[in-house]
């Protein structure tokens, strides 16, 4: 090897060697301009919206608040559409995204995450004065109102349900109440924010699947110094009560797990 293609070689080793230090740099960097930036959709409620005042609330907007309050900065939300939003990432809009990102392997390659602060289960909703229906077996023969080409759709059909197509939570929930279709599998999440905004809303809840679907705080690769500082101040916030009392606000209880 030449003496220029051995310095070549070495100034290149020089920057993969740095690369991830300087990634890491970020916390420091955060720390120092006294701002956690969050990338945010801010039409997505409950957890990213804007209130009748135009205020930014939502669960995970609190949520980012608390984690900064205990990185000792604050929370500065900079919002964008869902299309776009991870990607602002890539670019450096913002340090971390916080969205209710699913934690999927697609992502992980690209990607890192804190630890998981919000879990939806796929959950069996019927009228609350059905007895036909105690669990996924059940719904043998019966009429599911589900989006066609969703999961939780699928997951009716292989139980054997006859599936009656809409476009989302809100159709199905109003199918199952005026009584058009038998029953819908739908998401945790929307069940509960549905019910902590109509209590009274005659629907229940009879069955749920073990496993949970989980979402993370979003950070670029190579900053495992900041996804530690994430995971420690969401370890904070459960452990003080802070978690309990937003996730009581949204959905009635504990939403972690």
Do not use: C
Not at 235 to 252: H, M, N, P, R
């Amino acid at each position: 090897m030449s003496w220029f293609k051995a310095i070549a070689a070495a100034a290149v080793l020089q920057v993969l060697t740095l690369s991830p230090s300087q990634a890491g740099d970020n916390l420091d960097a955060v720390k120092s301009a006294g701002v956690l930036k969050i990338g945010t959709e801010g039409t997505y409620a409950p957890f990213t919206f804007h209130d009748g005042e135009g205020k930014l609330v939502g669960f995970d907007v609190e949520i980012g608040e608390a984690v900064a309050e205990k990185l000792g900065v604050k929370a500065e939300f900079i919002e964008g559409k869902w299309d776009g939003l991870i990607a602002g990432l890539d670019v450096k809009r913002y340090d971390v995204v916080i969205n209710q990102v699913g934690i999927t392997d697609a992502r992980k390659q690209k990607y890192d995450f804190s630890d998981p602060y919000i879990a939806s289960k796929a959950v069996l909703i019927v009228r609350d004065s059905n007895d036909d229906i105690n669990g996924f077996e059940d719904l043998a023969g019966k009429k599911a109102a589900q989006s066609l080409t969703s999961n939780f759709g699928k997951l009716a059909e292989d139980a054997g349900a006859e599936l009656v197509g809409t476009d989302g939570f809100d159709q199905s929930i109003q199918l199952v109440l005026t009584r058009r279709a038998d029953a819908t599998i739908n998401d945790s999440l929307s069940y509960l924010d549905f019910k902590k905004q109509k209590p009274d809303a005659p629907v229940k809840v009879v069955a749920e699947k073990a496993n949970a679907d989980y979402s993370g705080i979003l950070v670029r690769k190579g900053d495992p110094e900041l996804v530690a500082a994430l995971n420690s101040a969401l370890a904070d916030i459960k452990a003080d009560g802070t978690y309990q009392a937003i996730s009581d606000k949204y959905f009635g209880q504990d939403v972690s797990n």
